[in-house]
């Protein structure tokens, strides 16, 4: 599948690695000092990278490309979401890409994948996916805590987002879900019949799943801290919206307190001002090579 955007020789180049192996193009794309970061590792330089990518498809294979959305602000940074069906495996799964690049050649890519449909379409368990899953990157977390600065400003969606973008204010309202946990907002900015689709979620949920989910993972996470990295909007495609961001929090196990970081993407589609779908993707295998000691959050 060929993409209609300005910049679709890069987008192109990216999905081609998944669906035809075609290591040469993406690499020539690519910056000397380009660096990949995969599964919380970050690779740099050809060596590194095309290792990291021959073990992927050497475990999953070539990829069907069953859906793809891609935005772009026009202004050097994109975001893919990726449906792949791999050779491999029995069902599709989740990829979501942040790339900067300035039309030409890539500078960074960040990339996600739903571990969860990975193992459930490899028919496969995070031990054994973890056997050939990248590990992490070294992990520095700052312990911040809200009550010792109750005056700090937050970043918000409308503080990194492109001049002229719409729905701010619905944007604004889903980050207070998590950073606030104003919990009444899912009622009021998700569609009725909205489509939820959780970490490892094939066929998308309910608005109720979603408040589940939410208040499982703040009643387990204890001075939690939200923060956005990068929020994308493209002018051409203005009912969507692609959101990197992290959740910080402390974690009980017996006695022993850990501070974690969970790496989150969120692609939103929006109609009327309203949330109509929404895809959460989590890599939790890396997550647990981070944090071994502790159990799965997802």
Not at 67 to 73: A, F, M, P
Not at 216 to 237: A, F, G, K, S, W
Request: aromatic share 10%; charged share 20%.
């Amino acid at each position: 599948m060929t993409l209609t955007k300005d910049n679709s020789a890069i987008f192109d180049a990216l999905l081609a690695l998944f669906t035809k192996g075609d290591m040469l193009t993406v690499r020539s794309k690519l910056l000397h000092s380009a660096s990949w970061q995969q599964a919380l590792f970050t690779a740099y330089g050809e060596s590194q990278q095309s290792r990291l990518w021959i073990n992927w498809l050497n475990r999953c294979g070539l990829s069907d490309l069953v859906e793809v959305r891609v935005l772009n602000n026009g202004s050097g940074n994109s975001a893919i979401l990726a449906e792949l069906k791999p050779q491999k495996g029995q069902t599709p799964i989740r990829v979501m890409l942040f790339v900067e690049h300035n039309s030409l050649n890539i500078k960074q890519v960040d990339l996600t994948i739903d571990t969860m449909t990975l193992k459930e379409s490899l028919d496969t368990n995070s031990d054994e996916l973890s056997t050939w899953w990248p590990s992490p990157d070294p992990l520095l977390i700052s312990d911040y805590d809200q009550q010792i600065h109750p005056q700090t400003s937050h970043a918000k969606p409308s503080s990194i987002m492109s001049s002229g973008a719409k729905n701010v204010q619905t944007l604004e309202s889903w980050w207070e879900i998590w950073q606030l946990m104003q919990l009444s907002h899912i009622q009021s900015i998700y569609q009725k019949n909205a489509k939820i689709y959780l970490p490892g979620e094939q066929q998308g949920t309910s608005t109720f799943a979603l408040f589940e989910h939410v208040t499982q993972l703040m009643n387990r996470l204890h001075r939690h801290y939200c923060q956005l990295e990068q929020v994308i909007t493209d002018p051409e495609e203005p009912g969507c919206v692609a959101v990197k961001w992290y959740v910080e929090g402390d974690i009980k196990s017996g006695r022993n307190v850990s501070r974690v970081r969970l790496n989150l993407m969120s692609f939103l589609e929006l109609s009327d001002d309203k949330i109509a779908k929404e895809y959460l993707l989590f890599d939790d295998v890396a997550y647990q090579k981070q944090f071994p000691d502790l159990a799965a959050v997802f």
